[in-house]
């Protein structure tokens, strides 16, 4: 069965500085991983996925996330941190075999202060 | 993506009531889940809602307690029965593009307060 770890409860950092999220997986098989975004109040908004191809993934705000395939690692990074990028953050896995629903880490809230 | 409208989008509910909550999705998608988000807690996946059939139940989550329904490709609901205040949730609709690689996309979800 596949899981989800992220290590970090909160994560907090100034505005301007880069900031990382960070998300380890176990699968069987080739991964697929996604991370989402909720904001207060708000369902979950996707940001980035990687299926295949080049380790670093781009996704929407300027965030990017790193596969690491011997670290089962996909951390989610973004270069100068925004006030507004302070939300809750989930990583999330699916396996390739098949049409499986995603399974969920348990989330890390990032404070972006000013 | 899919635009995904849930209702009610917050209630607040009596001890022993059920409640129902409704998911419309702008386009015909193949894939339709929902997850529960209990209080500072990650989503958990309750069910799979099959379209003309019965809908697939995770471990730990029953029929008689969270009755599905899956009448066409753009509508869902799910029932909270006979509710407890450990059913004190945020309740999510997410949709899926029916291939592997594909992400799912999420409703705002309901909020349901049980006292």
């Known amino acids: 069965a596949q899981s989800v770890a992220q290590p970090e409860d909160q994560v907090n950092v100034a505005e301007g500085n880069p900031l990382t999220v960070k998300c380890t997986y176990s699968v069987s098989g080739n991964p697929y991983l996604f991370w989402y975004v909720q904001y207060p109040n708000r369902g979950l908004q996707f940001l980035l996925k990687y299926i295949t191809g080049d380790n670093l993934v781009k996704g929407s705000y300027g965030f990017e996330a790193e596969f690491n395939k011997s670290q089962t690692s996909f951390h989610l990074k973004k270069p100068s941190a925004l006030v507004s990028d302070s939300a809750l953050y989930f990583c999330?896995?699916?396996?390739?075999?098949?049409?499986?629903?995603?399974?969920f880490g348990k989330g890390t809230r990032l404070s972006v202060i000013a | 993506s899919a635009v995904i409208s849930q209702k009610p989008s917050r209630d607040i509910c009596q001890r022993g009531t059920s409640l129902t909550i409704q998911c419309q999705v702008d386009s015909q998608v193949t894939m339709m889940f929902w997850y529960r988000q209990q209080p500072g807690q990650s989503l958990t996946l309750i069910a799979t809602a099959n379209q003309g059939s019965e809908a697939t139940y995770e471990s730990g989550f029953v029929i008689d307690k969270f009755p599905i329904s899956r009448p066409n490709l753009t509508f869902s609901t799910l029932t909270v029965s006979n509710m407890s205040p450990e059913d004190s949730s945020i309740y999510l609709c997410s949709v899926g593009s029916g291939i592997r690689t594909g992400e799912l996309f999420f409703g705002e979800g309901s909020r349901l307060t049980v006292l």
């Open positions: 999330a896995v699916r396996d390739n075999s098949g049409n499986t629903p995603l399974v």
